[in-house]
């Protein structure tokens, strides 16, 4: 059963991340996006982390995706859908380039070991990935990144401000 | 459930972000091959996810910010006429 729901989820990500490649038109691509997104974000429930499931479709597939779309269709959408390459062989490169990559990750992930995955010394109640684990572990062993990423979230909203701001 | 069709699937999923960065024209499709790369190294360890996810947050807003200033300086959202700074 759970192999059946890997397979049927892991299919429809895979299926919805081509797609976001092949198509022409920003617009679908970003919907094909967030359906890749809702895809795995079930593949988290099959790990048993339902929090981060949740996680996934609140901020990705809804907060960064909304902001993704409210883009393209800020900026025309028409001129965005003309580009074209006019050099082809540049595509059969990527394809090729990414063949490689596919081959080198695989023989490395081939040999990867779960026991040799970093462990939180804090001790587990009530499942790993249930919410009040989570947050103790966080405020507690990963403090310090925790603090550090509330500080590149400020430095990235002056920025994003400063970046789209008209200038006078 | 073996943790390494994971661990394939999401260097698939990898694989195919990483070939769309290079064959887009268009800014926004790279950025969102950009999006489709970084949710794929999360299937291990939680709190990791987190820090992912907030630095792909962070990245989002800063490179859409730039996105809107690039069409409204060249009009364009192809990376072949952003070319100032190719020497």
Known sequence: ?168 | MDIHYYLILSALLFVVGAAGVILKKNVISIFLCIELMLNLDQVHGQIFVFFVMVVAAAEAAVGLAITIALYRHRGTLNVDDADLMKW
Request: charged share 10%; aromatic share 12%.
């Open chain 1, 1 to 168: 059963m759970e192999t059946w729901f890997f397979f049927i989820l892991g299919g429809t990500a895979l299926l919805a991340a081509i797609n976001v490649v092949a198509q022409s038109r920003v617009f679908y691509s970003a919907l094909s996006l967030i359906l890749c997104l809702v895809a795995l974000s079930g593949l988290y429930l099959l790990l048993e982390a339902p929090f981060i499931a949740a996680v996934q479709i609140i901020v990705y597939a809804g907060a960064i995706m909304v902001l993704f779309l409210l883009v393209i269709m800020l900026l025309d959408p028409f001129s965005a859908q003309l580009i074209r390459d006019k050099r082809k062989y540049l595509s059969y490169l990527g394809i090729i380039l990414a063949a490689a990559v596919l081959i080198f990750l695989y023989r490395f992930l081939q040999t990867y070991e779960p026991t040799m995955a970093p462990k939180t010394s804090t001790p587990v109640m009530g499942g790993v990935g249930s919410p009040g684990n989570l947050g103790r572990v966080l405020f507690s062993e990963y403090l310090l990144p925790f603090e550090m990423t509330s500080v590149l979230i400020l430095i990235a909203i002056i920025g994003a401000v400063v970046l789209a701001r008209r200038r006078p």
